[in-house]
């Protein structure tokens, strides 16, 4: 939890590496590798990922924009790792950058302020330049109150914790939709109120060792804020739980195949809601619960998704392969044959004998695929290669 800048409107760290060292979660360990590699450190490889929300530097601006940026993305691997995949893939041709006494890489890309710097040989932080800026400034020891308060301390070792500044979500429950949040309904927000109004912080926390423990702080500037804190919490409880019960109703009338998974899930949070205690000292109010999940439910929820996503990039392929072949019967009926691997363009007294420049039948298709605009950029009479980049870019 180093660097993180005083003013830090919110944190979120996971703890991936310590998630998946329990044996049952093997296959979803191997289910989620896809795309992480990239970083130079599988999941399980990685103790630790940690977000930060900073306020823009500035005034305030006006909507409609971002309010809020997204400061900071801190990857920290168990052991030392070459984080070189990463930055060639996000920083080719990075530019070492030196101010106010730090020094840092950002991208050669024009128009890109995407920067990264290693603080040591396990840990890579990326973000924007004038917010990476701010994270080395406020140095190696944090004073933010959202991680060197008493609540976070209690729940740091979780797999999943955040925390969040009350201050800024005032400033973001504009319910006109003006303030650049999304638009919402003060009447169905007023009886929450207390969250944000009477708590300075809120810190949530979950872990999955032996049972799913979930653990709700809040930190109150008053004893009187604590209570109302407390009395929203339970009547938030009742709600939850009600509507439980409507959604296992519901369930039960349903012929979805998923209804066994459902009811699992709905048991679970049944479990979650009515296994709870709740502590309430001076100005700290905190709501913990527990319950057993059986681990091989998880699997096919993220197998659901894997083959939904599966699912959805076939049918992209197979529309991609058909368009494809109508361009090329297209072709064929305009010029009474299909396109040739290679087609010869306009003249070049440096090329070949006959003074052509040679293309590829997929250029020769862009036409009949509606990218008309790009093959008139097409300069036929230069190098191919030239020609394959800039079709790539």
């Known amino acids: 939890m180093s660097y993180i800048p005083t003013d830090a409107v919110g944190v979120i760290a996971i703890r991936p590496a310590a998630l998946l060292s329990r044996p049952d979660l093997k296959p979803l360990v191997e289910m989620l590798q896809f795309g992480v590699a990239e970083i130079g450190a599988t999941l399980d490889k990685i103790e630790q990922i940690t977000a930060v929300l900073l306020p823009p530097a500035g005034p305030r601006p006006k909507a409609p924009v971002e309010v809020t940026a997204f400061g900071g993305m801190f990857i920290r691997a168990t052991e030392p790792t070459d984080f070189k995949q990463v930055i060639a893939r996000l920083f080719p041709n990075a530019v070492e950058t030196k101010t106010f006494g730090l020094t840092y890489f950002k991208a050669s890309r024009p128009n890109s302020d995407i920067c990264y710097s290693l603080l040591d040989d396990r840990t890579i932080v990326i973000d924007r330049e004038i917010n990476l800026q701010r994270l080395l400034l406020s140095g190696k020891k944090s004073r933010s109150k959202l991680v060197t308060s008493a609540t976070w301390k209690t729940a740091a070792n979780g797999h999943f914790t955040a925390a969040f500044d009350t201050d800024w979500l005032r400033g973001e429950m504009t319910f006109d939709g003006k303030g650049g949040g999304p638009q919402l309904n003060p009447t ?68 979805s195949a998923q209804v066994p998974l459902l009811l699992t899930l709905l048991n679970t949070a049944d479990e979650l809601l009515g296994n709870y205690k709740l502590e309430e000292t001076a100005t700290t109010v905190q709501f913990s619960t527990s319950a057993e999940v059986n681990v091989a439910l998880l699997t096919p929820l993220v197998m659901g998704r894997h083959s939904g996503r599966t699912a959805v990039l076939r049918a992209v392929s197979t529309n991609n392969l058909k368009q494809i072949g109508l361009a090329l019967h297209n072709y064929h009926a305009v010029h009474k044959h299909f396109p040739p691997a290679v087609v010869y363009g306009k003249g070049n007294k440096d090329k070949d004998k006959e003074g052509r420049v040679p293309h590829s039948w997929r250029v020769e298709l862009l036409p009949y695929l509606d990218a008309a605009p790009l093959y008139k950029q097409y300069k036929f009479d230069e190098e191919v290669l030239s020609n394959v980049v800039f079709l790539k870019s």
């Open 188 to 255: 169905m927000l007023a009886p929450f109120s207390p969250f944000w109004e009477d708590a300075d912080s809120l810190t949530i926390s979950a872990s999955f060792n032996r049972k799913l423990q979930i653990t709700l702080a809040a930190d109150c500037s008053s004893v009187q804020g604590a209570k109302r804190v407390k009395d929203t919490l339970i009547a938030a409880i009742t709600l939850a739980r009600n509507t439980t019960k409507g959604f296992r109703k519901q369930t039960l009338q349903s012929s």
